[in-house]
């Protein structure tokens, strides 16, 4: 009996589509579409932990920034033991060499990238800090100057996809093709 898989019969190994990338580069919109063309289960990290735990603003302000990493990185053990997967994680989660290990061996990670500007215009201007509490409290244009720049040798491990002005199929059809023919490992 077949069911689409092999030819002995065995489901080959599908290895999950890992996405990376500062926020609002457009991780979850380009994940879900990735996962619909590969016929993948889609998960975006952010949302399972706002399911469990609650929004996010709310984590940082009541129990720091340190209590949502050790969520992530419980999280990234859980989904190691999964496959079949596109898995658009938070913006900071891969930062963290053990969790990038972890995702890293469970298939490809993708890290996509926008300019300043447009991840501005995206966060929502001034009003960036609302849902994103490391853009909040202060300049947001800077903050994320900040921020890409502390995080720019983390986010270079992997294999970059820039987003900007590129409609999400698009970008997805590159992320496939980066797949497929292995460059990206
Ligand atoms: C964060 C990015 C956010 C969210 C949290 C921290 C980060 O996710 O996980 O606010 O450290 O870059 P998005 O990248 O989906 O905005």
Do not use: W
């Not at 991780?27 to 399911?51: M, Q």
């Not at 986010?155 to 980066?178: H, K, M, N």
């Amino acid at each position: 009996m077949s069911h689409g898989t092999g030819t002995d019969g065995v489901a080959p190994l599908r290895p999950n589509v890992v996405l990376t990338g500062f926020m609002a580069t457009g991780k979850s919109t380009v994940g879900r579409v990735l996962a619909a063309r590969l016929r993948y289960g889609f998960v975006d990290t952010d949302r399972i932990i706002e399911e469990r735990h609650g929004p996010i603003p709310v984590i940082f302000a009541e129990r720091g920034e340190a209590a949502f990493r050790a969520l992530e990185r419980a999280l990234a053990e859980e989904l190691a033991g999964l496959s079949s997967l596109v898995i658009s994680t938070g913006g900071g989660m891969l930062l963290d060499p053990t969790v990038a290990d972890v995702l890293s061996a469970t298939g490809t990670v993708v890290c996509l990238t926008a300019e300043p500007e447009v991840i501005l215009r995206r966060v929502g201007g001034a009003r960036a800090g609302e849902r994103r509490p490391l853009l909040a409290g202060g300049d947001p244009r800077a903050r994320i100057t900040e921020l890409l720049a502390e995080r720019a040798e983390a986010y270079r491990r992997f294999p970059q996809v820039a987003t900007d002005g590129r409609p999400p199929t698009e970008i997805a059809i590159e992320i496939e093709s980066l797949v497929r023919d292995g460059s990206a490992d």
